[in-house]
């Protein structure tokens, strides 16, 4: 079986919906758009896409970006107001990536928590 793009099934489902090409296009351009949006803008750690699963936000990646983005911002010099931009710009990307960072950690955490008392009941079900 030879996966089709979304662009081969666009025709397809407009016809079957009796929809016009353009607005189904228009509609699946625009889902995928806000899901690249949703992924790569950093509001959160991970993101449901329907039949494909959950995309989530590596913690060893996001590291490495923070840091990026502290090394930048401390070496950047703000004598113009395009460096003061690109500066605060990656002030806010860093902000962002350690909020992430957080989310994960609690998530974590709360994964932790849930083995544990899962454990702790299992070992009480097993003395009794």
Not at 30 to 44: A, D, M
Not at 50 to 70: I, P, Q, V
Not at 93 to 112: F, G, T, W
């Amino acid at each position: 079986m030879l996966p089709k793009k979304a662009r081969q099934l666009i025709p397809d489902v407009a016809q079957k919906l009796d929809l016009a090409e353009t607005l189904v296009d228009d509609v699946v351009s625009f889902y995928w758009k806000e899901v690249r949006k949703s992924i790569t803008g950093l509001r959160h750690h991970s993101v449901y896409v329907e039949t494909l699963g959950t995309f989530k936000a590596k913690s060893w990646k996001l590291d490495g970006l923070r840091k990026k983005y502290d090394d930048f911002s401390n070496h950047c010099t703000t004598n113009t107001f395009t460096r003061y931009a690109l500066k605060k710009e990656a002030e806010d990307r860093r902000d962002k990536i350690q909020r992430i960072i957080d989310m994960l950690k609690q998530e974590d955490l709360k994964k932790q928590q849930i083995k544990k008392k899962r454990n702790e009941d299992s070992n009480d079900n097993m003395e009794k």
